[in-house]
């Protein structure tokens, strides 16, 4: 029989968490203090799975610990993603020209080279309902960052927990 904690549920749990504290709005300002949303993600998903560790069962190790901050992190970036999108399909706002109309109040001057880019945003915002430009763009960037605060907050974990991996199994007799 095989006793070895099942790293499938914390990998789930871990995305939840990250993709929770990344979209709700209110709670999503916690990223602003260095992504720690997604940092507590990994956390999260780390500590579910050091309470499955037995002596019986295996270890807790640096490994299984950073899989599953990027593995959750992987997933958690997807479905962050997907969810801006359908949030921006549904809204009937362009984002871009109401930030351009702001930043045009306020006085202050824009290079033009970022203008013109902001400006071709927009006129996908007005055609398409969205910015396949800047879904894709959005798309890179999380898949860069939630792997790797996922992982940050896994690994902490790991040296938090880690004191199982010391912990000498029952003699059998």
């Known amino acids: 029989m095989n006793n070895t904690p099942n790293k499938l549920s914390a990998v789930i749990i871990s995305a939840i968490v990250m993709i929770v504290l990344s979209t709700v709005p209110v709670i999503s300002l916690i990223n602003v203090l260095c992504c720690m949303g997604i940092i507590l993600g990994g956390f999260a998903g780390v500590s579910y799975y050091s309470r499955q560790v037995t002596p019986g069962s295996g270890l807790l190790t640096a490994k299984d610990s950073v899989m599953i901050g990027l593995l959750s992190g992987i997933i958690a970036g997807i479905v962050n993603t997907g969810i801006s999108l359908v949030i921006s399909l549904f809204s ?3 984002p871009i020209a109401e930030m351009l109309e702001l930043f045009s109040n306020s006085g202050s001057k824009m290079p033009p080279e970022a203008m013109e880019i902001l400006e071709k945003l927009s006129q996908e915002f007005t055609k398409y309902g969205y910015s396949p430009t800047l ?23 790991f040296h938090i927990f880690k004191k199982k991996n010391f912990q000498q199994p029952p003699i059998q007799q």
């Open 92 to 94: 009937k706002t362009n």
């Open 135 to 157: 879904t894709i763009i959005t798309l890179v960037m999380n898949l860069v960052l939630f792997p790797l605060f996922g992982i940050l907050g896994s690994y902490i974990a």
